[in-house]
Every structure is written in C-alpha cells, then in structure tokens.
C-alpha cells in the first residue's frame, strides 16, 4: 500500500511547482502552499523507481533506440483502461503533450490559421497557439448545473475560411468534465461538417472519479478519425511530469507523415531514455497504484469542495468528473477578484493558479491543486478559512 499521506520534501530540488512560488507569485513566506500546477506530490509507482534503479545501476546512459515496445505499451494501456483502439504504428512520441501541439499546428496549419479553443481552457493552449502565430477563436464554455457546456451556436459564428484546427480537451482542464459520447459526437460532426483538424488532449484521462468514465473521442466518434490525432501520456497519471514525454496519435498515414516531418526537422526525434523508460514502465506496472491514488484523490477531493464552502462562504467548486484540479468560482462572496486573490496570496499564503491566464470565464475564479498530502491540504484550508473569515 502506497502512503500518500506522507509528506515528501520538495524544497531545494528544482522542483517548480515548490521552488518557483516566489518568482512566479511572489509570495517571500517559506510556508507557502503551492497549489498551481499539475504535478503531485506523491512518490512515483514503485515500477517506475524500479526501472529507473536498474538503469542507474547499469551506469551507462547513451541515447535511447526501438520505441516499438513504448508505443506497444501506450496502446495497451489505453485498450485495458478506456477500450480505446490504438495501434502501435499509429503513435508518434513528443517531449510533453505542449510541445507535441505545436508540431501539430505546424504540421496542418500555417501562420495567422486559427485554432478554435473551448475557454475556459488550459492556458498552455493558448501559450502554444500564439507562440507558433496562430490566431486564438474562443468559443467561450457554457455554465449549467456546476458543469461545463459546449455552445456549437456560437462556435459556428466564429467559423472564417482561416480557420483549421480545433483543440479539445478530453477531459476538460479546468472545468473537470469527462465528456459524454453524444457532447464528443457533436463536435466531431462539426469538424467533419466544417473540414477541420480535432486535437483531442486527453492527458488526463486515467484521472477519472468512480462516478464518471472516459470516452476517448476514437471511440465515442470513430468516424473522425482521418482528421483526428489523439494526445496521451502517462506523465499526469503517475505523476512523471518532469520526464517530458507524451504521444501523439493518428490513424491518418498522412497527417502522421507531417508530424513526424516537423519532428524530425525540430531534431526531436531521439528521445529521453529516462522518461521513456519510466513512462513504459508506468503503463505496465503502474495500474495497481493508480487506484490507490484514485481513492485518496477522491476523498481530497470532497473534503477540498466542503471544505472550501465552509472556509469561504459564497464560494463553489465546479463538480468534477476527472483531474485533481478544483475549479473555484468566488463570484458569489461579493468580493472582486483581485481582492480574492490578494487575500489566497497574501493571507493564506498559497499559490493557486489565476482564473485569468484560462481565458474568457475564468476571471472569477481560481484553480487549485488538491492532489497533496492530506495534513498539506488540511493546513491550506485552514488558512483560507482564517483568510475570509470576516464572510462568516
């Protein structure tokens, strides 16, 4: 049994999510809290630490060949965990998710294209869009019932003949959502209809709470499937984030062709050995893990919501399917958002993730990272409870 309650020092390790809080937020106390980004802070499986041990006590760390089995294992895992069909000559691998997006755009779109996005969306989206001169189209996300709705109205009134590529977030971040298949079926139509590229970021799908599933959008809409490329890793699953190594799937030999063209242009086609090897093992070995995490996840998880509206009256998380991210929506204390977030900084002293770098929706909002140890999370509750005390 895994103890996730234990508490991992980080400080000191060139870990960004802890040694990066003052330049990123300012905040000078040596107790903050992050809460930003989406990385963990629990041990990696005991599969992965063995894979990496055996290649450390070889000693010999040259470059990395043959990444049949990798891709073999990608493919089985998504098979056994979301009954998704992948095969191995499919699979493309990238240095992250991130980067793989960007050899996307650069592979089926050219400068000043757009790329619709689904706001309030993660904001690496619209980092990667403008950074490869890309113009952003948002299709601004519809609130109903504490869950996120995508408006196809409005979304074709965006449409020019400049636009050529959707990005999906398969399940959504920040929102939270594991779409339906009839949600997944409808925007394929759409880009079937509209003859547009669907990128669908399914990074974290294995994050997927006991009431919810993950329908891969393969499956929900096999139908797509010429202009679809999937994106999976095993680094938000198991919490490997900094072995920058993802896949990019496409059953299309053409839009294949292109991508693995600006791979090789980019010289990025000779792989981390480290973060393949701990990725493949993390497929294979790591399934028993995750739902010990999954369990604690989901208890952070419902302590953090009632938690948050105790500590912070008028506060609300959106209901999440998936993730271990809350999506906070302070609208109903009253207070403006830049006194929200002066009082989480300054007061409580943690860093949660601004609802404004998520685009249109979020500027009420914050994203918080709940997947940390239990005494952590408890303590950050605490302070934000003493932080808006006056509310109560």
Request: charged share 20%.
């Amino acid at each position: 049994m895994t103890n996730f309650d234990q508490i991992i020092e980080r400080r000191g390790t060139h870990s960004s999510k802890w040694d990066n809080i003052k330049k990123l937020s300012g905040i000078t106390a040596d107790d903050a809290i992050p809460m930003w980004v989406a990385d963990m802070d629990f041990a990696a499986p005991p599969g992965v630490t063995g894979a990496l041990q055996e290649s450390l006590d070889r000693g010999v760390h040259g470059y990395y060949a043959d990444n049949g089995s990798w891709a073999e294992a990608a493919c089985n895992w998504m098979e056994k965990r979301h009954q998704a069909k992948f095969k191995p000559e499919w699979v493309s691998p990238t240095p992250g998710i991130v980067s793989g997006l960007g050899l996307i755009l650069q592979a089926v779109s050219e400068p000043d294209d757009e790329v619709v996005l689904f706001p309030p969306a993660y904001h690496a989206f619209r980092k990667i869009i403008l950074a490869n001169k890309r113009k952003i189209s948002d299709a601004e996300l519809v609130e109903s019932n504490r869950r996120y709705v995508m408006d196809f109205d409005s979304l074709a009134k965006l449409l020019t003949p400049k636009t050529k590529v959707v990005f999906f977030c398969n399940p959504h971040n920040p929102g939270g959502n594991a779409w339906s298949p009839d949600e997944i079926r409808e925007l394929a139509d759409f880009c079937i209809s509209h003859n547009l590229i669907l990128v669908s970021d399914e990074i974290h799908c294995d994050l997927i709470y006991p009431h919810a599933k993950h329908i891969p959008t393969l499956s929900a809409a096999p139908e797509v499937a010429d202009r679809l490329i999937t994106c999976v890793a095993a680094t938000k699953t198991f919490n490997l984030a900094g072995a920058h190594v993802g896949a990019c799937i496409t059953s299309n030999a053409d839009l294949k062709r292109r991508l693995d063209e600006r791979i090789g242009a980019s010289g990025l086609g000779s792989y981390n050995a480290f973060g393949m090897l701990a990725t493949e093992a993390a497929w294979q070995t790591g399934e028993g893990w995750l739902e010990e995490l999954l369990s604690y996840l989901d208890s952070n998880r419902h302590f953090f919501d009632q938690s948050i509206e105790t500590a912070v009256p008028g506060a609300k998380s959106m209901l999440l399917d998936a993730t271990y991210l809350a999506w906070v929506d302070f609208a109903g204390t009253g207070l403006s958002p830049e006194v929200v977030a002066n009082r989480v900084k300054d007061h409580a002293r943690i860093f949660a993730s601004p609802g404004q770098q998520f685009g249109p929706g979020g500027s009420n909002r914050l994203r918080f990272n709940f997947a940390t140890p239990r005494p952590i999370l408890v303590d950050a509750m605490q302070r934000l409870s003493d932080a808006f005390s006056d509310l109560r």
